[in-house]
C-alpha cells in the first residue's frame, strides 16, 4: 500500500503561487530586463543593521516590477539586491531607496503578524525616500552606505 503525503492547505497555496509566478514571468516585459549587480551596507549609528530589508522601487517606470528590487541585510550589514531570485539584481534605471528594519522575534515564538520597524518607518516612505539610486548597465553598482538613525 503506497502512502499520499497531503501537505497543509497554505502549503499547497503557496507553491501554486510561487509556481504561477515562475511560469508566467513574473509580469511580462519589466521582468525580462537584464539585470545587474547591486549592492551596499546598512548602519545604524555606525554599527551593521542586520536583518534590515532594503528595497529599491522604480523611479518613472512605464512598466515596473511587480516586485520591487530589495535585498536583507546579513550580520555585517552588507545586502546583496534581487528581482527575480535572490542576488540576481536590478534593471537598469531610477531608483527611491526604502529601509526597514523589523523588530528582533523570539524564533520560538514567532509573531502572527509582521514585526513592528525599529525605525518607526522613517525610512519606509517612497515619496520622500531620503535615498535615490541609478542602477547602471553593465557594472558592478556599489550604493553608498545607508545610515540610519
Known amino acids: 500500500m503506497v502512502r499520499m503525503l497531503t501537505l497543509p492547505l ?3 497555496l503557496l507553491a501554486l503561487l510561487v509556481s504561477t509566478l515562475v511560469f508566467s514571468g513574473c509580469g511580462g516585459s519589466a521582468a525580462s530586463r537584464p539585470q545587474y549587480t547591486v549592492h551596499g551596507k546598512v548602519l545604524h549609528r ?20 511587480p516586485f520591487p528590487p530589495r535585498g536583507v541585510t546579513g550580520p ?15 534593471p537598469a534605471g531610477e531608483y527611491a531607496v526604502t529601509v526597514v528594519w523589523p523588530e528582533e522575534q523570539n524564533p ?12 518607526k518607518n522613517r525610512y519606509n516612505d517612497v515619496k520622500h525616500a531620503k ?4 542602477v547602471a548597465a553593465g557594472s558592478d553598482n556599489v550604493l553608498e552606505t545607508l545610515n540610519i538613525e
Not at 76 to 90: C, H, N, P, Q
Not at 108 to 119: C, S, V
Not at 131 to 134: D, G, Q, S
Open 10 to 12: 497554505p502549503v499547497r
Open 46 to 65: 555606525g554599527q551593521p543593521a542586520a536583518q534590515a530589508i532594503v528595497v529599491l522601487h522604480p523611479v518613472n517606470q512605464s512598466d515596473p516590477p
Open 76 to 90: 555585517d550589514g552588507a545586502f546583496v539586491i534581487g528581482s527575480r531570485l535572490t542576488a540576481d539584481g536590478a
Open 108 to 119: 520560538k515564538n514567532p509573531p502572527e503578524n509582521t514585526p513592528p520597524d525599529r525605525l
Open 131 to 134: 535615498w535615490h539610486v541609478r
